[in-house]
């Protein structure tokens, strides 16, 4: 069975510095992995995936994410923080490849950004 | 039009109430699903529709019930529900036939059951 772990239901970093978001998946195929985001009162919305590609994926508001097959991990990271950051953040795999919107997510990490 | 969106955003309810969350994707797909997000929880699929016709029902109650007229419209009817089923409820569409799985979201009607 597949499953996603995030590391962390709370993170909370300065203005500029570097965030880094944990996800560690269990799948017994290769997988595709999702980082989704989700601000207050809002849906969520797609930053970046990994669909068996080049394993460092660049996403959306300079995130991007790496792919280790060896360390079952899809960690989400961006250089340097801004306020408009602070959200929530969900990882994900699908657990099928043929079969789209089959989603396990992860249990969230909600960023804080302090000034 | 925005890619997919769900209404009401906001409904209060009390047990004996029924009611119905809408959701229409402009998007052109054919898939559609409808997710439970309560706090501290993570996501719950409910139930996946292609193509119209309903392809999973993750164990829901039956005091929820889909309706998928088309490819663009799903509904969610409810009655007789519980307060542990106040939550955000997510509306998502995609391909059926893409191998990635990617979903596109509404914003969510956040539900309250009194």
């Known amino acids: 069975a597949q499953s996603v772990t995030q590391l962390g239901s709370h993170v909370s970093v300065s203005e500029g510095a570097l965030v880094l978001l944990r996800c560690n998946y269990s799948?017994?195929?290769?997988?595709?992995l999702f980082w989704y985001v989700q601000y207050p009162n809002q849906g969520l919305q797609l930053l970046l995936k990994?669909?068996?590609?080049?394993?460092l994926v660049k996403g959306i508001n300079g995130f991007e994410a790496e792919f280790k097959k060896s360390e079952t991990s899809f960690h989400l990271t961006k250089p340097s923080a801004h306020m408009s950051d602070a959200a929530e953040y969900f990882c994900a795999v699908s657990p099928f490849y043929n079969q789209g919107g089959k989603l396990i997510f992860g249990q969230g990490t909600e960023l804080s950004v302090k000034p | 039009e925005t890619g997919v969106t769900q209404t009401p955003r906001h409904l209060v309810m009390g047990m004996t109430n029924k009611k119905s969350l809408k959701c229409e994707q402009h998007?052109?797909?054919?898939?559609m699903y409808w997710y439970k997000q309560s706090a501290k929880k993570p996501l719950e699929l409910m139930f996946v529709?292609?193509?119209?016709?309903?392809?999973e029902n993750n164990s829901v109650p039956s005091r929820f019930s889909p309706e998928c007229p088309n490819s663009s419209h799903l509904f969610l009817h409810l009655h007789t529900l519980q307060p542990e089923d106040s939550a955000l409820y997510l509306c998502?569409?995609?391909?059926?036939?893409?191998?990635?799985?990617?979903?596109?979201f509404g914003e969510g009607s956040r539900l309250t059951v009194l």
């Open positions: 990994y669909t068996s590609a080049a394993t």
């Open positions: 998007l052109g797909h054919n898939a």
């Open positions: 799948s017994s195929v290769p997988p595709y």
């Open positions: 998502a569409s995609s391909q059926a036939e893409t191998s990635t799985g990617e979903l596109f």
């Open positions: 529709y292609n193509f119209k016709e309903q392809t």
